[in-house]
């Protein structure tokens, strides 16, 4: 599946109230995009790091979920912003990721760079400005995710394919809940 396609199925679920306000759309993708990048940090820092009152293995299931739902905030950002992120290029780093050294430094890494997106996303929403240097910080963040990805032996397809997945076993077309045993509204 390529990005565009991605981009286009994941988002056409979303709560219609959120997407009719261009505001709320900013806000919402903002926050997102933050509490997806620490709970893909959280995934990885606890099986790092044992022994600091962490026994947890390394959850590739749960890692590959966290890096779909932060592969859809990045799509909402560019649906909003139009875009084209079959515009972005990974640019391989030529470097080992599957150590524990470097899945913390992709981790931190990772980490920053959404940050980076969040502070530019605003300066584009608030202060109408060029959103180049967005469309650089976004690709970067790609980056950051192919190169994830590759160390821990999954392909970006398989993360969005269970992103897909997941959405539509969640939300019906209208981005409404779908109600499920033991879900209350």
Known sequence: ???????????????????????????????????????????????????????????????????????????LICKSEDIDMNKFDFQEKNHDVSGRESLIEISIKIGQDSGKIVEEYQKVYKDNIDKSELIKKIELQYSNICELVKGLNLTVDEILSENIRKINSRYNEKGEAIKSEGYEK
């Open 1 to 75: 599946m390529n990005l565009e396609e991605y981009k286009n199925n994941a988002i056409q679920r979303l709560n219609k109230t959120i997407e009719s306000n261009p505001k709320e759309k900013m806000y919402y993708a903002c926050m997102g995009l933050i509490e997806e990048t620490g709970e893909i940090i959280a995934e990885l820092r606890k099986p790092l790091f044992k022994g600091n009152f962490h026994e947890k293995t390394l959850d590739i299931n749960e890692i590959k979920k966290e890096l779909g739902d932060l592969m859809w905030y990045i799509a």
